[in-house]
């Protein structure tokens, strides 16, 4: 049993016209989310009539809650169950509060139906060819920096995750369990074009100690998941992160190439070669963070899914890559733009770190120690949105120099620059 507090009873008073008294108590199966329920509310009876003196704190207290209740009060709460009544919801959507298994037999049918008849046709390994991604997906600037001829496809792969709630199947609940991120999740794998046309989503897997990133895409292309295998070539380039690093061997001996950022191997900094040579891999591997971007956009896949709906998982995640197929643009929408820019790095491959030598040969030293400046008085060259990009090699979110320069800052252990 639990206390009423005066919001709630507040809720009753403006609902049913009933005065509930302080330390009113009712069972915790009645409330949702903090809140009395449509149902408990509708099952307070008047039992008694009796005047009630309201002193001048008694009536601030009641109005104060009264804007309160009307503060929290949507329009439409439809995850709240008690937020409107049974006729609301039968005016809007024309079912009423107890035609829950209807609801959910025209779920059924809508996800089966897009399974059927859309799915297949927009998100899949068989629903595109590679000759397509060639000529439609497959950006200028990913072609002159990772591959060798006009014949190689890249692709870029990454896992992303969902939540998903405990559950009291113990062995579920262990391997669902991420010592990572704390939390119970899963994985599905998420195939991209080089634009961020979503080609395939694999899973989703488990999250133990036994399923990292590597892991998931070893299976996946062991097992020829989705017909993988039957669809790549020979010197195809998958675009991967620094956590595939174990599942580099097996991609090759399948007669694939990886393209993944440097190692630092116990260096403080990786050699100018290596380093123009990772910017090859990140010039080009964003988009599939923004392709994950965009799948947590969609309130579902945001929020803890219900276990109940876990085995509906993998229809659902093909359903949504293949709306963002179907109806968003994807993350490089010029596909030829950039040529300038990959022959540009081209020629810098080989540059030398210019900045470390100017100061080995000024200070006798590769590096210096971060120092305050006030801003007003730092005279810095003013730079032109041209400029910037041509240092960038493209464009780039100016705020992010900010947390660039906080994790140097936290790395190296010096003053933090201003």
């Known amino acids: 049993m639990r206390v009423l507090s005066d919001e709630q009873r507040t809720m009753i008073f403006l609902s049913r016209s009933i005065w509930v008294p302080k330390g009113a108590r009712c069972c915790s199966n009645h409330l949702y989310k903090g809140h009395l329920s449509y149902e408990a509310r509708q099952s307070v009876k008047q039992s008694k009539v009796d005047d009630i003196i309201l002193n001048k704190h008694n009536v601030e207290k009641l109005i104060a809650n009264f804007r309160l209740a009307l503060k929290h009060a949507g329009s439409l709460d439809f995850d709240d ?6 006729e609301t919801y039968t005016t809007i959507t024309g079912l009423d509060r107890a035609s ?3 609801v959910s037999r025209i779920c ?4 089966v139906a897009l399974m059927q008849n859309f799915v297949p046709y927009h998100v899949g390994c068989q629903h595109v060819s590679r000759e397509a991604i060639l000529a439609q997906h497959q950006t200028t600037v990913a072609t002159e920096l990772l591959t060798n001829g006009r014949d190689q496809v890249v692709l870029i792969a990454d896992g992303t995750y969902f939540f998903c709630q405990k559950s009291s199947n113990n062995d579920f609940q262990r391997r669902t369990y991420s010592q990572h991120k704390h939390r119970h999740l899963g994985k599905p794998m998420i195939i991209t074009a080089s634009d961020g046309y979503i080609i395939s989503s694999l899973g989703p897997f488990f999250t133990d100690s036994l399923n990292n990133d590597a892991a998931i895409l070893k299976h996946c292309m062991l097992n020829n998941e989705q017909e993988v295998l039957s669809w790549l070539r ?3 380039v998958l675009v991967l992160d620094r956590g595939f690093r174990n599942t580099v061997n097996t991609l090759n001996r399948l007669g694939l190439q990886v393209a993944m950022p440097g190692f630092l191997h116990n260096k403080k900094q990786l050699p100018a070669d290596e380093a123009n040579r990772t910017r090859f891999v990140t010039k080009n591997r964003w988009v599939i963070e923004s392709v994950n971007g ?15 709906t876990i085995r509906f998982i993998s ?4 359903i949504i890559c293949a709306l963002i197929n179907k109806c968003q643009c994807p993350a490089v929408k010029d596909i030829e733009n950039g040529r300038e820019i990959a022959m540009k790095m081209h020629e810098m491959l080989t540059t030398e770190n210019r900045l470390q030598e100017r100061l080995a040969k000024h200070t006798g030293t590769t ?11 730092f005279q810095f060259p003013p730079l032109t949105e041209e400029n910037i990009r041509d240092l960038t090699f493209g464009n780039i979110r100016l705020i992010t ?11 190296m252990d010096k003053t933090w620059l201003q």
């Open 367 to 377: 590096s210096l120690h971060w120092s305050k400046h006030n801003a007003a008085n």
């Open 315 to 318: 229809d659902y995640l093909d």
């Open 81 to 86: 169950p008690g937020a409107l009544e049974n």
């Open 108 to 111: 059924h049918q809508v996800r």
């Open 401 to 411: 120099f900010s947390f660039w320069t906080l994790s140097r800052k936290e790395d």
């Open 100 to 102: 829950k298994r209807s």
């Open 234 to 236: 020979d010197n195809d």
């Open 294 to 308: 965009k799948i947590k956009q969609w309130k579902f896949m945001a929020q803890i899914i219900q276990n109940s």
